[in-house]
């Protein structure tokens, strides 16, 4: 096989015309049910009514629904759409899509386009094929979908077909979460209550809604499609799991920042152009720090939103490669030896006047509310580290937590130099004046006014405050943000409510009663936070002292999940339900342990089928040679070095062979366990070390054996070539 001419320059430069030649401005949103849409195609009392209705101040009701319908039809068919469907996200970690079209037969043999509130209301897809975790066993299938009208309608376009998708919450007829919305939004509502119950004991009256915000910054490789669908690991196991890492990795540091490839900016460009019609708002994008690894990140935007515009981004970056031949990588550690990719995940508070509630103020009040809210998420971090931890734990993020890649498992919180400083300060009770004079004003105390720019960056930190929000810097870059979301505000919910019940159990003045609650909260939480090095060796000793949880895999994370105090805390806040949140326990260990299987028995038929052979081919190539030579030369001393190198390749050979036989026995006795926590740990602790085993030994072959008989694309190819 003669390897890299299966792609000739040519046609990796592939040229694509742009779609739209005006400014973004002007097609913004353009395939996005908003209210510019809304206002334009309903009458003007059924669009009042429906912004109540997203506002939360108004329940829905099929008159509105009817009107609602019957406008969007109308919008849909403009932009060319046949079909409609409920877009929601079924605990596969993937949006679902069931179409209909709105044709509807008619007297005479015609047809004629129809949409009805009740079918923009609810929808039954067939249910019974999504993960329930046991929730709902198949007799009692049907689930359904209902119409979440606080994130907006819009146009999906795939090749020539158009679909109106109106995003959905999905339930069991038992009223049961079936999704990863239904979840979210219940945490948006206890975060809500819980930050309006400190605004106004700190006698803020004005706000009169308080909503998470969230700026997801995603990463991801690209490579050229031609290399993808000859590497069975990557299109069944979503990364190499084969491949020696070549000389040139990211130890130049020449890719983070650098100039883009035309090739990418093409396709960077393509993306956009798609995310902007849906009113995505893609702002920055950039090379990150692999070789072909890319970020883009959108302007933060309310949680609910921003959850369905990370899927549709994830969504864009896969199907747009495809039109430029090139694959989008979302795993978390698609190559070894060079970084993996993550989705830190920017995380604050916003009242409905769009003050941030993170972002230290100006005035004595201002700033006493930032530090209630400050402590209150610190609080939460270090009572629930184990539950956060547990919700990016994944096959793929076991890659980088953990693992030799940042950010570890332990999760501390990282507050910057200045903010430490004036933390310590507010403990001792002392008042020391700040290096640069400036001073902020608590009405009571005085400490030194934070400026954005000396929250210096600690990029190791798996939580940290950066100026006016946290960066939870854990999560994945293919998992769904909403999990980790509604974690965050259910635990910040949860100690909102405690310091809120604290000041008021003080009495007296309200901001020297919240003051003194700090001091002693601080006492107690401070063992989570920490400004050192978080891959060091060290700060694993160090954390275990301080009783910091640190669950390096899934099968050891996942667990904490379903511990009493989980159970209890999500109950409360009326999240998840004990039955949801165990089957959403479940539903994750089911995961680990059939993506751990695809991987193993994709790894197996790799050897067998394309490394064996290719080892083979060479140790006969070899041998023949040396056979030949022989002939001529005789047993002469000038072959023995020949000779140990045909040593060498027949032992990696039968090695290979036995250990591939090893990892096939284990692997069928792993699916022959009935408990699946055991399952899942025989996967973490025997099987991925047989594993690496094999990938060590396929990879010294690489080495060896003639490039031209070698089946697969190598990593450099891949990672260089685009
Ligand atoms: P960096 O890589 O330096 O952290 P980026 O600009 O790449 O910065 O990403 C920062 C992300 O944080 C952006 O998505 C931004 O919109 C988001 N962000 C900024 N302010 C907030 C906020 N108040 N709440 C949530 N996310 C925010
Ligand atoms: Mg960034």
Known sequence: MKRLQTIPASERCYEIAKEKDQPISSYYGEDVFNLTAMQEKLPRDIYLLLVEIIQDRRKLDLTIANAVAHAMKEWALEKGATHYCHWFQPMTGAPAEKHDAFIEPIDGGMAIERFSGKQLWQGEPDASSFPSGGIRS?????????????????????????VLCIPSVFISYSGEALDKKTPLLRSINAINKSALGVLNLLNNTKAKKVYATLGPEQEYFLIDQDFYYKRKDLVLGSRTMLGFAPPKGQQLEDHYFGSIKERILSYMHDVEEELYKLGIPAKTRHNEVAPSQFEIAPIYEEANLA????????????????????????????????????????????????????????TPHDNIQFLVVLIATIRAVYLHADILRASVASTGNDHRLGANEAPPAIISVFLGEQLTQIIEN????????????????????????????????????????????????????????????????????????????????????????????????????????????????????????????????????????????ALVLFEKYNVLSRVELKSRYFIRLERYIKEMDIEAMTLCSMIQNQILPAGIDYQYKVASSIAAAAGVLGDAGVLKAQKELLGTVASLVSNLQIAVNDLKAKNEKAGAMHNEEKKAAFYCNEIKAVMADIREKADTLETIVDNTLWPLPKLWEMLFIS
Do not use: C
Request: a neutral charge; proline letters at 5%; glycine letters at 8%.
């Open 138 to 162: 198949t007799f009692e299938a049907r689930g359904y979908t209902a119409w979440d009208p606080t994130s907006p309608a819009f146009i999906l376009k795939r090749g020539i077909g158009t």
């Open 426 to 565: 507010l403990e001792k009770g002392v008042i020391t004046s700040a290096s640069n004079g400036a001073i902020i004003d608590l009405g009571l105390d005085k400490l030194p006014v934070l400026s954005k720019d000396s929250t210096d960056r600690n990029r190791t930190s798996p939580f940290a405050f950066t100026g006016n929000k946290f960066e939870f810097r854990a999560v994945g870059s293919s998992q769904s943000i909403a999990f980790p979301a509604t974690v965050l505000n259910t635990i910040v919910a949860e100690s909102l409510d405690v310091l809120t019940e604290k000041i008021k159990a003080k009495g007296g003045d309200v901001k020297q009663a919240a003051l003194d609650v700090i001091r002693e909260e601080i006492k107690v939480i401070k063992p989570v936070l920490f400004m050192g090095d978080n891959y060091s060796k060290e700060w694993e000793d160090e954390a275990k002292k301080r009783g910091l949880p640190n669950k390096k895999t899934t099968p050891e994370s996942l667990g904490d999940l379903v511990t009493e105090k």
């Open 307 to 362: 959850v369905d515009h990370n899927y549709l981004v994830m969504d864009t970056l896969r199907t747009v490669a495809g039109k430029h031949k090139l694959a989008a990588l979302l795993h978390e550690k698609p190559f070894a030896g060079i970084n993996g990719s993550g989705k830190h995940l920017n995380w604050s508070l916003s009242d409905d006047l769009d003050n941030n509630l993170l972002n230290p103020g100006k």
